[in-house]
């Protein structure tokens, strides 16, 4: 499994950018796939993730400014972000599960600026 993960970039405070990872290799549908962050210093955390089961999960302090889509015909998931905070500021990772085992992205960076 290969994720690639792309649009992560310096952005103003209240701005937006768009993530785009494209998940390629021994792929059976992208559910269960989805973003994590990890800012300096600070564990890794969910920021937005589609479930096995089809239901979606946000991180409470991105729910209303984040959106997670996903075109299954491409495997790419998106991560439409809006009205960023300088404490959005993190590599931004994509992440697929499968099999019992996690797959990460080689991360973006997102640096929003005050």
């Known amino acids: 499994v290969q994720l690639q993960a792309s649009g992560g970039g310096l952005v103003q405070a209240g701005g937006s950018l768009r993530l785009s990872c494209v998940a390629s290799?021994?792929?059976?549908?992208?559910?269960?796939m989805g973003w994590y962050r990890q800012a300096p210093g600070k564990q890794r955390e969910l920021v937005a993730a589609?479930?096995?089961?089809?239901?979606?999960n946000y991180a409470d302090s991105v729910k209303d400014r984040f959106t997670i889509s996903r075109d299954n015909a491409k495997n790419t998931v998106y991560l439409q972000m809006n009205s960023l905070k300088p404490e959005d500021t993190a590599v931004y990772y994509c992440s697929y599960y499968r099999a019992l085992s996690r797959y990460w992205g080689q991360g973006t960076q997102v640096t929003v600026s005050s």
């Open positions: 290799g021994s792929i059976f549908g992208i559910n269960d």
């Open positions: 589609f479930t096995r089961i089809g239901s979606i």
